[in-house]
């Protein structure tokens, strides 16, 4: 116990010396949930889980403690070693994001009590705690709305990424894939007295229970072996890499797309002199964290992620005034292609956006809308478009104007003509126009 201590003493003393001119400026924290219940439940008697109102997916106290701790190892970093954080809470230094699941909002909290402990809160309040406000747009009971920052891959997100799942799922690949594990798919769907037959697609309504069953210790299903979980575990962690797409595909850009803008924002106002904060956390999900990972080039053909996982984006700065990334997955480094070394420039960082994210999400997913035609002109009166048939009612209407001034005219012509003509007759004077004008009933 003595020696591991020195140890970790000399290798804490060696990382302050390699980085003493280095200062950390912005921590990007994203994080999965801790242990929770099942998503899924097998058929009984098999099934073990509460079925009750929003028992599904909830945290244990198991994953409250693991994020409690995690939050504990966390304010160690940022408060006592690099000085990130106050020993308090202060709203102009940290910033929290979670999708709006129970489970990610309790770990959230909970890895927030380990940040800041009873004894450096609000006195006023029992045990001095302190209350820390949680940001969150989906899975309300009350709105629901689209998550595109921590859960793109969501139905009605982006259509274009539930169509490319869609294709990827029904690829040859798959089919071939499918039925290389048809042996194991019906020992599943017999031995577990399954109504349908497992697919790579929806192996994981089958390989969550069975994982909660495992982690807890709970006795496997009878009849189902050890060697059968594993070979279910390994077809769940071949989902995990097919349903994000390869490095730098369409699927893959579209995933990490809005999270890799959100950092670089982040990063830009930290340059700029005017953060945000100088920690921001990221609650999410195991799917979040491995489309994360794929979309960086760095996902590890390893299991899934375990609970707690953390991936951390820190923004350093030297003595020379400049600024560089540094990645870690659950503590280890990340050597993120396109980067040199363990540090990536600012500027390497945004060379690598320009090709691993789309230019307008928004269209690329197919939510914009297509441009409104020209509204089309309607036709009356056989044909004739609205204004040429108004200009025509227009000279129409002059014309018969003119006509009704032509005959008056005409009348009144007539009418002198025949006095004059009277007159000639009679040997009367001729009456002035002005008076047949004021006098005559057509006027």
């Not at 924290?29 to 058929?43: A, E, K, N, W």
């Not at 009750?52 to 995690?70: E, S």
């Not at 005959?407 to 006095?419: C, E, L, N, Q």
Request: net charge negative; glycine share 6%.
């Amino acid at each position: 116990m003595q020696k591991s201590l020195i140890l970790v003493v000399l290798v804490s003393l060696l990382v302050s010396c390699v980085v003493a001119d280095d200062t950390l400026e912005l921590a990007l924290v994203l994080f999965r949930h801790g242990d929770r219940t099942p998503l899924h439940y097998l058929p009984d008697p098999y099934n073990i889980f509460s079925k009750a109102p929003r028992q599904t997916g909830q945290l244990t106290t198991i994953g409250q403690k693991q994020h409690f701790d995690l939050g504990t190892k966390l304010r160690y970093k940022f408060v006592d070693q690099h000085s990130l954080l106050s020993s308090s809470f202060n709203n102009s230094q940290i910033l929290v994001r979670s999708t709006g699941t129970d489970r990610t909002i309790m770990s959230a909290y909970s890895n927030l009590l380990g940040l800041y402990p009873p004894g450096t809160g609000n006195p006023d309040l029992p045990d001095q705690i302190q209350p820390v406000p949680i940001r969150s747009v989906s899975h309300t009971p009350w709105e629901n709305l689209p998550d595109r920052l921590l859960r793109p891959f969501d139905l009605g997100t982006c259509p274009r990424i539930t169509k490319l799942r869609s294709e990827i799922f029904a690829s040859s690949a798959v089919k071939a894939y499918d039925k290389s594990q048809a042996g194991l798919y019906n020992t599943l769907k017999t031995k577990l007295g399954l109504g349908w037959t497992p697919s790579l697609e929806h192996i994981d309504e089958v390989y969550d229970p069975l994982m909660v069953m495992h982690f807890h210790n709970n006795p496997m299903p009878a009849g189902l072996t050890a060697a059968e979980y594993e070979a279910v575990d390994a077809v769940h962690q071949h989902l995990t890499h097919t349903q994000v797409g390869e490095y730098k595909s369409e699927i893959s850009k579209l995933l990490g797309t809005n999270i890799g803008r959100e950092w670089t924002s982040e990063i830009d106002a930290v340059m700029a002199g005017t953060p945000n904060a100088t920690v921001v956390y990221y609650s999410a999900h195991d799917s979040t964290i491995e489309f994360t990972l794929r979309w960086l080039g760095v996902f590890p053909d390893t299991r899934v992620v375990p609970y707690a996982s953390l991936l951390e984006v820190d923004l350093w700065k030297n003595d020379d005034g400049d600024y560089y990334l540094h990645f870690a997955f659950n503590n280890d480094t990340l050597s993120i292609p396109g980067c040199t070394g363990d540090k990536c420039t600012v500027a390497e960082w945004k060379a690598l956006m320009d090709q691993i994210t789309v230019k307008d999400w928004d269209s690329a997913c197919g939510l914009v809308p297509a441009p409104t035609p020209a509204p089309v002109v309607k036709t009356v009166h056989s044909g004739i478009p609205p204004l040429v048939f108004v200009v025509v009612v227009v000279v129409m209407l002059v014309g018969m104007g003119v006509m009704c001034v032509a005959a008056f005219s005409a009348g009144v012509g007539m009418r002198v003509w025949k006095m004059k003509h009277d007159s000639d007759k009679k040997g009367v004077e001729e009456p002035l126009l002005a008076d047949v004008v004021e006098n005559d009933t057509l006027v």
